[in-house]
C-alpha cells in the first residue's frame, strides 16, 4: 500500500502549543509520531510518503502551506492519507482521542473507525471520543480516503506529559501502523 502521512504544521506554523507542566509544540509531537510510523511502514514493506521532513513549512501562508500538501499527496498516487495531530482547547481538562474523516467517503470513515478502535484499544485508559466527519481543507484537496487523527489534547498537563513521551510516541505510531495493516482500500 502507498501511504501519505501528514505531520501536521511544521516550520513557521507551530500548531497547539502545550504550556503546562512545561511547553510543548504540536509540531514537534507530530513530527516524532510520524517518523517513527513511517520506519514502521517501510520496515512492513509499505510505501510512505510524508508531507514534511522534518521541522518545515511549504510556504509562508497556510493557506498556501495546506494546498502544495494536498498536491504532494496527489502527485504521489497514494492510497491513503492520515494527517497526525494533538488537540488543543482553552479549558486545560479536556482529553481524548479521535479521528476525523472525509464527509462522503465510506472507505475515509471505515479508516477511521479502524484507527479510532485501534488507539481505544491501545490506550483505553484514555477518552475515546470517537470519529467525525469533518470538512478540512486537506481532505477537500486530495483524491484519496483521508483520516485526522488528533492523538490527544496538548492543553491537558496530564496529557501533555503523555504526547512528550517518546515511549508514548512509539506507541501511538505501532499502533497505528497496526491498524494500517488491518486496513484494505476500497472496502
Avoid at 482529553?95 to 478502535?117: F, H, K, M, N, V
Amino acid at each position: 500500500m502507498k501511504i501519505a502521512l501528514d505531520p501536521g504544521h511544521g516550520g513557521i506554523f507551530s500548531g497547539a502549543i502545550g504550556t503546562v507542566p512545561f511547553e510543548l509544540h504540536e509540531k514537534d509531537v507530530v513530527w516524532g509520531i510520524c517518523s517513527k510510523l513511517a520506519a514502521l511502514l517501510k520496515k512492513a514493506r509499505h510505501q510512505v510518503m510524508l508531507t514534511r521532513t522534518g521541522d518545515v513549512n511549504l510556504d509562508k501562508n497556510l493557506g498556501q502551506d495546506l494546498h502544495k500538501r494536498a498536491d504532494l499527496i496527489n502527485r504521489a498516487q497514494v492510497d491513503l492519507l492520515v494527517s497526525v495531530h494533538c488537540n488543543a482547547f482553552s479549558d486545560p481538562h479536556p482529553e481524548g482521542i479521535e479521528c476525523w474523516y472525509r464527509p462522503d467517503s465510506p472507505a475515509a470513515e471505515a479508516l477511521a473507525r479502524t484507527l479510532q478502535q485501534n488507539l481505544a484499544k491501545t490506550f483505553s485508559d484514555h477518552l475515546n471520543r470517537g470519529i467525525k466527519a469533518k470538512d478540512l481543507v486537506l481532505f477537500r484537496y486530495t483524491q484519496v480516503p483521508a483520516c485526522h487523527l488528533e492523538t490527544e489534547f496538548i492543553t491537558n498537563p496530564t496529557q501533555l506529559e503523555f504526547l512528550a513521551s517518546d515511549f508514548n510516541q512509539e506507541k501511538i505510531a505501532y499502533t497505528i501502523a497496526q491498524a494500517l495493516q488491518q486496513f484494505a482500500p476500497g472496502r
